[in-house]
């Protein structure tokens, strides 16, 4: 999967980013490199949903894909 993020200069120095196709996702780092590595976790945490919050059936079934 790709994703498109917008990377920002901050006012008061360093980045911030956005991750437009997830409401909510935004980071930021103190340099470019850090800023990089953030946005990685940000994407991470903002797409893991825990199922206990989900209501499932017993012919439901949870899978795990990678993309």
Do not use: R
Not at 12 to 18: K, L, Q, S
Not at 25 to 47: H, K, P
Request: charged share 25%; hydrophobic share 40%.
């Amino acid at each position: 999967m790709k994703l498109k993020v917008i990377v920002h200069e901050a006012e008061e120095g360093g980045y911030w980013a956005e991750v437009p196709a997830i409401p909510g996702c935004v980071t930021q780092g103190e340099s470019f490199d850090e800023l990089l590595g953030n946005i990685y976790e940000a994407v991470e945490g903002c797409l893991s949903v825990d199922v206990q919050d989900i209501n499932l059936s017993e012919n439901d079934k949870v899978l795990e894909i990678a993309v």
